[in-house]
T-cell receptor, first 111, second 109 residues
Framework: DAGVIQSPRHEVTEMGQEVTLRCKPISGHNSLFWYRQTMMRGLELLIY????????DSGMPEDRFSAKMPNASFSTLKIQPSEPRDSAVYFCASRERYEQFFGPGTRLTVL | RKEVEQDPGPFNVPEGATVAFNCTYS??????FFWYRQDCRKEPKLLMS???SGNEDGRFTAQLNRASQYISLLIRDSKLSDSATYLC??????????FGAGTRLFVKA
């Protein structure tokens, strides 16, 4: 298996632009997680899905953030409009039972 | 108070040293625990699970103390390649997984 796939790996955009991050979980994993990591705040859980259904989005910082999982093999995290404080590494992870497998992350820079 | 707390370090140790990290969790309903390792600019990866009876994997030993709500990781005979950030994780069952902020370890020659 290729593991969790994320794209793009790097994204540089200007404030106010829309950003869409993509994730393909490991086949057969029924839970998917989106995290944000910064030096100041560490690894923060934004939202998680189980069987494509959002279970807890309490970590989503603002209405500017939204996430979808239209099917078992694809999820998106969208930021609209983006702001400089959104600059971080965004990880997607999938899980079958207890162990979470992380993707390589998307390093987002908002200028 | 954070649900999972760790000493951020950094811990600077010489090769061959033994180093221990502790982590505390606040939710007594937490059911399973893990240590993840994260290398610089990489994703976190599972290092080992933590069982009530304690478990060992080579130079690494993990222990759980439910009464005091802490878990520990012991690394013996440290290698340069052990330099990384170690993340403590508590799972309350279902889908709720909380990561600590991590403890940074530097092993020097």
């Amino acid at each position: 298996d290729a593991g969790v796939i994320q794209s793009p790996r790097h994204e540089v955009t200007e404030m106010g632009q829309e950003v869409t991050l993509r994730c393909k979980p490991i086949s057969g994993h029924n839970s998917l997680f989106w995290y944000r990591q910064t030096m100041m705040r560490g690894l923060e859980l934004l939202i998680y899905f189980n069987n494509n259904v959002p279970i807890d989005d309490s970590g989503m910082p603002e209405d500017r953030f939204s996430a979808k999982m239209p099917n078992a093999s694809f999820s998106t995290l969208k930021i609209q409009p983006s702001e400089p404080r959104d600059s971080a590494v965004y990880f997607c992870a999938s899980r079958e039972r207890y162990e979470q497998f992380f993707g390589p992350g998307t390093r987002l820079t908002v200028l | 108070r954070k649900e999972v707390e760790q000493d951020p370090g950094p811990f600077n140790v010489p090769e061959g040293a033994t180093v221990a990290f502790n982590c505390t969790y606040s939710n007594s309903a937490s059911q399973s625990f893990f240590w993840y390792r994260q290398d610089c600019r990489k994703e976190p990866k599972l290092l080992m699970s933590v069982y009530s009876s304690g478990n060992e994997d080579g130079r690494f030993t993990a222990q759980l103390n439910r009464a005091s709500q802490y878990i520990s990781l012991l690394i013996r005979d440290s290698k340069l390649s052990d330099s990384a950030t170690y993340l403590c994780v508590a799972n309350t069952g279902g889908f709720k997984t909380i990561f600590g902020a991590g403890t940074r370890l530097f092993v020097k020659a």
